[in-house]
C-alpha cells in the first residue's frame, strides 16, 4: 500500500466481539479503500461493509465464499463451503456473479451473511489490513 493510499484509509474502532478472537472490542483499523480496485476480493479478506438492512452500520467481517460457490449451513448452524457433507443441511446459498458470503469468526453471534445472505461486490467498501491500536495489538491482517 502507498503513502497516497494510507492517506486515504478508512479508521475504524471495532465496537462488537463477533471477529474475536482476530479483532476485539478497542481495536482500531485502517481499511484500504482501493484494494479492490486492483484485484478482486479474496477467501480469508476481512473487509468493511454496510450492513444491508440498517445501511448506517458498518460491519468488519471475513470473506468467506467466492462468485459461484454454494455455501451451506447444518443443523448446528455451522456454515461450510462446497458440496454439503452427509450432515442434515438446514440451508444453502448458490451465490452469483459478484457475490460474497461473508461472516463473522463467532458464529452465532454475528450479524452476517447467514442473516441477510450474500452480499454484491459493490458493497465492499475496502479491505482492513492494519491493527495500529492499542500498540500491544499492532499487526498487519
Known amino acids: 500500500m502507498g503513502w497516497t493510499a494510507f492517506l486515504r484509509a478508512h479508521r475504524v474502532v471495532i465496537r462488537g466481539g463477533s471477529m474475536a478472537p482476530a479483532l476485539l472490542p478497542g481495536d482500531r483499523l485502517l481499511v484500504d479503500p482501493a484494494a479492490y480496485r486492483a484485484r478482486e476480493p479474496r477467501r480469508g479478506d476481512i473487509v468493511l461493509l454496510r450492513d444491508p438492512h440498517e445501511r448506517r452500520r458498518l460491519l468488519v467481517k471475513r470473506v468467506i465464499a467466492l ?3 454454494t455455501v451451506w449451513e447444518d443443523d448446528e448452524g455451522l456454515v461450510s463451503v462446497g458440496a454439503p457433507g452427509v450432515l442434515p443441511v438446514r440451508r444453502t446459498w448458490t451465490l452469483g456473479v459478484g457475490e460474497y458470503f461473508v461472516v463473522g469468526d463467532r458464529e452465532g453471534v454475528s450479524r452476517d ?3 441477510f445472505g450474500p452480499v ?3 458493497a465492499l467498501l475496502g479491505r482492513a489490513w492494519l491493527i495500529y491500536w492499542p500498540p500491544h495489538r499492532w499487526r498487519r491482517l
Do not use: N
Request: net charge neutral; no cysteine; charged share 45%.
Open 67 to 69: 462468485p459461484g460457490e
Open 113 to 115: 451473511s447467514r442473516v
Open 120 to 122: 454484491g461486490r459493490e
